[in-house]
């Protein structure tokens, strides 16, 4: 391994962490944004190979995982490597997932069950259009009525308020590549003089960047709360500012990029996990002394635009 690259590299989607802020509190350590599956493999394979590095974080979403994961399956070479999933929350891909793929963060269906099995028309599943494991699971198994946020009008809202007790949305919507084009087209609808819904809205794993705009609902709605994964390890908030306090989730991978030689401890106390060993966690009754964000919590937004 070439001087001062540390055992260990870090990939990520697009408008998550910024250069600056890999370099301060990731360093000496390779990394790539990106989208594309076929570019991230390639990282991966070129780390490997030139910089002899077997651990690999990938701060991803599960529509990119997946393919990812299939690539790097086929590959043999990559049989003795590690990579820690601490994005990806969908189902479906970690039922599928290769034995030295793990995952930091609890299952959607962990997720959403405070979500299930109740009365229809009191809670509405609003969901982005984009077509993955992760929106598709949301929209199949999520509370009735759902909708794609494109099917969604304000007719339909006021048929979920005038058919049931309305009391809360469910929203998972996307943000990719910083376009906010969903959530603007929620608020559109949501703050329409004729819409009647006025009570609780719940989104999905926020971005700071779409805070500003949901926001604004607060002007209308009874409350406005961010519900996600619950994560397996990570540090104090205050240490990291600009870092999203919403998720967790690139806190959570910072100190798993700065502790990659103790992953094996991690595997073996299933504080990370995989298909292989995801019973072990279901009954788990101790949690890291650092634990802090609680599997589908809700976190209350009355005050997040004190931080802009």
Same mark, same amino acid.
């Given at each position: 391994?070439?001087?001062?690259?540390?055992?260990?590299?870090?990939?990520?989607?697009?408008?998550?962490?910024?250069?600056?802020?890999?370099?301060?509190?990731?360093?000496?350590?390779?990394?790539?944004?990106?989208?594309?599956?076929?570019?991230?493999?390639?990282?991966?394979?070129?780390?490997?190979?030139?910089?002899?590095?077997?651990?690999?974080?990938?701060?991803?979403?599960?529509?990119?995982?997946?393919?990812?994961?299939?690539?790097?399956?086929?590959?043999?070479?990559?049989?003795?490597?590690?990579?820690?999933?601490?994005?990806?929350?969908?189902?479906?891909?970690?039922?599928? &997932?290769?034995?030295?793929?793990?995952?930091?963060?609890? =299952?959607?269906?962990?997720? *959403?069950?405070? @979500?299930?099995? /109740? +009365? !229809?028309?009191?809670?509405?599943?609003?969901?982005?259009?984009?077509?993955?494991?992760?929106?598709?699971?949301?929209?199949?198994?999520?509370?009735?009525?759902?909708?794609?946020?494109?099917?969604?009008?304000?007719?339909?809202?006021?048929?979920?308020?005038?058919?049931?007790?309305?009391?809360?949305?469910?929203?998972?919507?996307?943000?990719?590549?910083?376009?906010?084009?969903?959530?603007?087209?929620?608020?559109?609808?949501?703050?329409?003089?004729?819409?009647?819904?006025?009570?609780?809205?719940?989104?999905?794993?926020?971005?700071?960047?779409?805070?500003?705009?949901?926001?604004?609902?607060?002007?209308?709605? &009874?409350?406005?709360?961010?519900?996600?994964?619950?994560? =397996?390890?990570?540090?104090? *908030?205050?240490? @990291?500012?600009? /870092? +999203? !306090?919403?998720?967790?989730?690139?806190?959570?991978?910072?100190?798993?990029?700065?502790?990659?030689?103790?992953?094996?401890?991690?595997?073996?106390?299933?504080?990370?996990?995989?298909?292989?060993?995801?019973?072990?966690?279901?009954?788990?009754?101790?949690?890291?002394?650092?634990?802090?964000?609680?599997?589908?919590?809700?976190?209350?937004?009355?005050?997040?635009?004190?931080?802009?």
């Amino acid at each position: 391994m070439k001087k001062n690259v540390k055992n260990v590299a870090y990939i990520q989607d697009p408008d998550l962490l910024t250069q600056e802020q890999i370099k301060k509190y990731m360093p000496c350590v390779k990394n790539l944004t990106s989208f594309n599956p076929i570019e991230i493999y390639k990282f991966i394979v070129c780390c490997n190979k030139c910089y002899k590095i077997t651990n690999f974080c990938l701060n991803i979403n599960s529509g990119v995982l997946r393919p990812v994961t299939n690539l790097i399956e086929k590959n043999r070479n990559l049989d003795k490597c590690i990579f820690i999933s601490t994005r990806s929350t969908a189902n479906k891909i970690r039922a599928t &997932a290769p034995k030295n793929i793990y995952f930091a963060l609890s =299952s959607l269906d962990v997720v *959403i069950s405070d @979500y299930t099995n /109740i +009365n !229809p028309f009191t809670v509405m599943t609003i969901v982005s259009d984009s077509r993955t494991a992760y929106y598709d699971q949301i929209y199949e198994t999520g509370p009735k009525p759902a909708y794609r946020i494109s099917e969604l009008t304000v007719e339909k809202v006021n048929e979920f308020v005038d058919n049931g007790n309305g009391i809360d949305l469910l929203i998972a919507l996307s943000d990719d590549t910083g376009d906010l084009k969903e959530f603007e087209e929620l608020n559109k609808i949501l703050l329409d003089p004729a819409c009647k819904y006025v009570n609780f809205a719940s989104f999905m794993t926020l971005e700071l960047s779409v805070i500003p705009i949901i926001t604004k609902l607060k002007n209308k709605l &009874a409350g406005i709360y961010g519900v996600a994964s619950n994560v =397996s390890i990570n540090g104090l *908030i205050e240490s @990291y500012p600009g /870092i +999203n !306090p919403y998720t967790l989730y690139q806190n959570c991978a910072i100190q798993l990029v700065n502790s990659y030689f103790i992953w094996s401890f991690y595997i073996k106390n299933t504080i990370v996990f995989n298909r292989f060993n995801t019973d072990l966690i279901k009954t788990k009754k101790t949690l890291p002394a650092n634990f802090q964000f609680l599997s589908t919590s809700r976190h209350a937004l009355d005050s997040v635009d004190e931080i802009y």
